[in-house]
């Protein structure tokens, strides 16, 4: 089961009575006014876990949040960063060192794919009220040497963007 990746149940979203700032929910998380959910099917096993505060309690960088994603043809993750207008640049750069340099994101990446040996696919989405080109995204894309699936733009006069989109 998914959650036995979790070194700390409480930084799972629940459905009711969540111990985590950040969880809205089950399927969704906020910061700052930042908002995105994962919607769940019959078929899927869907995980919300809160990184930043929880998981990992440190003043190293990390980013907010990881959803973890399994059905019985993919098994994906999805390392969010929820940012305010100004702070893009910087998104990119915590998305790289989570991926890279934080302990605790690689071993649940490793126990997550361990539990049937199948390839995680990992997706990295950065959540924003800000405006990012094409060609900055390139920029920093290169710069930090990863790839991000989606750079979704969210307010509080928009629908919250849903991680099924990118499945």
Known sequence: MMNSCISNQDCICRRYQNRTKGCINEFSIEDSGKKIQLTKRAEDDVLAIILDGCLMTDNNTKCDA????????????????????????????????TKNHRLEYKQIIDCFKSLDNKKVKEHFIIVTNGILDKIQKEKYEEQYRIRVKAVLNNDATKKIPNLRDYI
């Open 66 to 97: 990881l959803f973890l994603f399994q059905n019985l043809n993919k098994k994906i993750s999805f390392l969010i960063e929820l940012k305010g207008f100004g702070d893009i640049e910087k998104a990119f750069m915590q998305l790289e060192y």
